[in-house]
């Protein structure tokens, strides 16, 4: 087996030595299209593994056509990096952690970070910390909300948001949640804009969810309103999101991923407006990215081999 590992694992303990155990073992972290695509047809590559966090294109006709390539094993549960439907036409298998629910129940990251977001948004952390790397020592702009008794809308009751939903119950919030696809009490999206203060969003992205957060919904919010986005850029109309923040109707937006993550980012219209006063925090897509998950994550996608 000639496998290319074209993501970052050499900081993870065990899994580099797991892998050359597999076969001979091609490394090429953070390289363009053009230079996986050489290193795909000089080594003879039949294995790519990857991971959707560094990655600045997609996997596609343009970068597998005329290779050996016969497996991709993506240590993710998204696919959006790869071109599901052209390896299907051409007999590519792809491995995917997508339904490894023994896993990934086990990786708590991205609903941390989720966490980790609201917390920096409602206590201006990233601000405050800026305005003392200048040293100033003015508390008085960084008075923000405390996390007990807020009302948290959680958008998505899978994995990830039903760990959201127990870190903000363990600190004293009241939650709400939307997810027709499963059985517990239900906040229409209608209401929950209406009434909570933060919104966390934990939902694939489907013809159902795309663009579900809106301009519709937005209009409706209630004052001070917080958005968490740690799912996909495309759940949310990133220039609905960007209007609601300079009129005022949306308080911060705090994210993980933005849409076209593998396009110009200079075309985001988040990160083109993040730096002219507005309250939103941008992360490049580190849900994931812990040495304990990630560790984990790549030992099992490994072993699949
Ligand atoms: N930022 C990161 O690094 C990172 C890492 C892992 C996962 N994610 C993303 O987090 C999201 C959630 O992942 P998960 O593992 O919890 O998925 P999951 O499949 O366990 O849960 C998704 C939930 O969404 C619900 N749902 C489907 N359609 C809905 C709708 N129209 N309205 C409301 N709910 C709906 C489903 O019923 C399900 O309960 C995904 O978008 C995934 O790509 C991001």
């Not at 495309?234 to 849409?259: F, K, M, S």
């Not at 994931?288 to 081999?305: R, S, V």
Request: charged share 20%; proline share 3%; hydrophobic share 35%.
């Amino acid at each position: 087996m000639n496998i290319a590992v074209i993501t970052p694992i050499k900081h993870l303990p065990g899994v580099q030595q797991l892998i050359e155990n597999k076969g001979s073992v091609f490394y090429l972290e953070g390289g363009s299209k053009y230079e996986v695509r050489n290193l795909l047809l000089t080594k003879n590559i039949d294995t790519i593994l990857c991971n959707p966090n560094q990655q600045t294109y997609k996997i596609d006709k343009e970068l597998l056509e005329g290779t050996q390539v016969s497996l991709i094993n993506t240590c993710s549960t998204g696919m959006n990096h790869i071109d599901v439907d052209y390896c299907s036409c051409v007999n590519i298998t792809i491995y995917s952690l997508t339904k490894d629910y023994e896993l990934i129940k086990q990786l708590p990251s991205t609903s941390e970070l989720a966490f980790g977001l609201m917390l920096s948004l409602l206590r201006k952390i990233p601000e405050s910390n800026q305005h003392t790397l200048n040293y100033q020592w003015d508390y008085t702009q960084f008075v923000g909300r405390q996390i007990k008794d807020l009302k948290i809308g959680i958008i998505g009751y899978g994995r990830l948001g039903k760990m959201m939903d127990g870190y903000c119950k363990a600190f004293g919030a009241k939650t709400f949640i939307f997810d027709p696809y499963v059985d517990i009490p239900q906040t229409s999206l209608e209401q929950m804009f209406q009434e909570c203060d933060v919104i966390s969003l934990h939902v694939h992205v489907t013809d159902e969810t795309k663009y579900m957060i809106s301009s519709k919904l937005l209009g409706l919010a209630k004052k001070d309103l917080y958005i968490i986005n740690t799912s996909r850029g495309e759940i949310v109309n990133e220039n609905d999101i960007v209007e609601a923040l300079i009129t005022g109707r949306l308080t911060g937006y705090g994210a993980d991923v933005i849409e076209n993550e593998f396009d110009d980012l200079t075309k985001s219209p988040i990160l083109r407006v993040m730096n002219k006063g507005y309250n939103i925090i941008v992360t490049p897509h580190i849900g994931g990215m812990t040495i304990e998950g990630q560790t984990k994550a790549y030992k099992w996608a490994i072993n699949k081999l």
